[in-house]
T-cell receptor, first 116, second 111 residues
């Protein structure tokens, strides 16, 4: 069964450093998302990406964040200068494009980001 | 401002019992209501979803019931098993098809 994959599973970084989290969405999915989950809390939307551009972003997704689809399979989230409060699980998700009538989003296993 | 109220926050059920989790929402971009199951350290896994051309959808032991006029939907887990012990999130679609999640329900099924 196709699944979303994410690397690394755990990333430890120092405050102020840049990190890149990587995702490989499900093949044939064209709508991509990043969500985050602070330990013990709910899942929060960060950004959606479709047709090589950001479709929507939340208030959390400030200028320190960026997303990119560098090739036909990867989707990345970059945090330019990490803060302690960026420590969380980051989940990538994907779905079929709009107009297909298929709304289901499938999540990856997540990257645990620890900022020290 | 999107609001999703999920209850209860935690739930303890005996093996074989029925687990019921509720969500109430204020607005939704369109009528699609998924439930996600999350085990510790794992990503949310789509469990079951409903598009309310019907008021109820059943998949195995899991059933979604939907009340459009009340803006509520619920997850029923029949014959609950210890392996069902997880955190369950409801979600509603907002904006450009992103999901707004409820606060989660931690279910514990006692053998």
């Amino acid at each position: 069964e196709p699944e979303v994959t994410q690397t690394p599973s755990h990333q430890v970084t120092q405050m102020g450093q840049e990190v890149i989290l990587r995702c490989v969405p499900i093949s044939n999915h064209l709508y991509f998302y990043w969500y985050r989950q602070i330990l013990g809390q709910k899942v929060e939307f960060l950004v959606s990406f479709y047709n090589n551009e950001i479709s929507e972003k939340s208030e959390i997704f400030d200028d320190q964040f960026s997303v990119e689809r560098p090739d036909g399979s990867n989707f990345t989230l970059k945090i330019r200068s990490t803060k302690l409060e960026d420590s969380a699980m980051y989940f990538c998700a994907s779905r079929f494009p709009p107009g297909t009538g298929v709304y289901e989003q499938y999540f990856g296993p997540g990257t645990r980001l620890t900022v020290t | 401002q999107q609001q999703v109220k999920q209850s209860p926050q935690s739930l303890i059920v005996q093996k074989g019992g029925i687990s019921i989790i509720n969500c109430a929402y204020e607005n939704t971009a369109f009528d699609y209501f998924p439930w996600y199951q999350q085990f510790p350290g794992k990503g949310p896994a789509l469990l079951i979803a409903i598009r309310p051309d019907v008021s109820e959808k059943k998949e195995g032991r899991f059933t979604i019931s939907f009340n459009k006029s009340a803006k509520q939907f619920s997850l029923h887990i029949m014959d609950s098993q210890p392996g069902d012990s997880a955190t369950y999130f409801c979600a509603i679609p907002t904006g450009a098809n992103n999901l707004f999640f409820g606060t989660g329900t931690r279910l514990t099924v006692i053998p």
